[in-house]
């Protein structure tokens, strides 16, 4: 059974930082792009950073405060987000797929169930 599972999400000051795990079980990953999505109440997912073979991709938002990073060997994806800012609040969602990073929901094939993450100003 494949699982993606999300970690370290939490309440933070504006100006702070948190660092986000996504920790995939049941299958390689290796290959496959791995991101991350937000989603704040009230509001749409968004596509927040991918990381595949070709790259990595930002939203313009966290473009600067934000990096994507992962480790094939643990099958783990991270997000250090730095800088924060209330409009970061949000659930974040850790997602892959095999093929190029999108920002469309629909082509990710696995989710995780989402870690909260609040800004406080």
């Known amino acids: 059974q494949v699982q993606l599972v999300e970690s370290g999400g939490g309440s933070v000051q504006a100006g702070g930082s948190l660092r986000l795990s996504c920790a995939a079980s049941?299958?390689?990953?290796?290959?496959?792009?791995r991101v991350w999505f937000r989603q704040a109440p009230g509001k749409e997912r968004e596509f927040v950073a991918g990381?595949?073979?070709?790259?990595?991709y930002y939203a313009d938002s966290v473009k600067g405060r934000f990096t994507i990073s992962r480790d094939n060997a643990k099958n783990t994806v991270y997000l250090q987000m730095n800088s924060l800012k209330p409009e970061d609040t949000a659930v974040y969602f850790c997602?892959?797929?095999?093929?190029?990073?999108?920002?469309?929901?629909?082509?990710?094939?696995?989710w995780g169930q989402g870690t909260q993450v609040t800004v406080s100003s």
């Open positions: 997602a892959a797929k095999d093929g190029p990073i999108t920002g469309r929901r629909p082509e990710y094939d696995y």
């Open positions: 049941g299958r390689a990953f290796s290959s496959y792009a």
């Open positions: 990381i595949s073979w070709s790259g990595t």
